[in-house]
């Protein structure tokens, strides 16, 4: 299956949610928004929402500074 994460074509094994897949690349979800196929999903539903082929995926990650 292969979805589209940051512009760039990534292969999953398998179907995953938002939250599994932010675990598995060592991303702490506090840090970063999400938006799914063009829309930002409240952080509560990234258990429920399930990756499928094709999908769009754009993780920003908050960055401090100054």
Do not use: A, C
């Not at 928004?33 to 399930?50: A, G, L, M, Q, T």
Request: glycine share 10%; hydrophobic share 35%; aromatic share 6%.
């Amino acid at each position: 299956m292969k979805v589209i994460v940051n512009g760039k074509e990534v292969t999953l094994e398998q179907p995953t949610s938002i939250s599994n897949y932010l675990k598995s690349k060592g991303v702490e979800p506090q840090t970063v928004v999400v938006e799914h196929n063009y829309s930002v999903p409240d952080r509560e539903k990234w258990e429920e929402i399930i990756l499928n082929d094709g999908d769009n995926l754009e993780i920003v990650k908050f960055m401090g500074g100054g």
